[in-house]
């Protein structure tokens, strides 16, 4: 008779064990995909910001590149 409570209590413990990581590792599984949410929302603005100012930079750029620099007048030997 003691054997079976021993095994009953063991048994209530393992239990309890069980159940605790399982609320917990899906608790923990649900704060991974959340912070994985809020870095990949984060990710894509800050990539917006560097097209934004990629474009912006290239554009002054597209429009010094049209200019021509003055020939260099070559003396003439005498």
């Given at each position: ?11 209530a413990a393992r239990l ?63």
């Amino acid at each position: 008779m003691k054997r079976a409570n021993s095994d009953s209590a063991e048994q209530a413990a393992r239990l309890a064990r069980r159940t605790f990581a399982a609320e917990n590792g899906a608790k923990a599984v649900q704060e991974a995909e959340a912070e994985a949410a809020a870095i990949r929302k984060n990710m894509a603005r800050l990539r917006e910001l560097r097209f934004a100012k990629e474009a912006q930079e290239t554009r002054p750029r597209e429009a010094t590149a049209v200019k021509k620099k003055p020939k260099r007048r070559v003396r003439a030997i005498r």
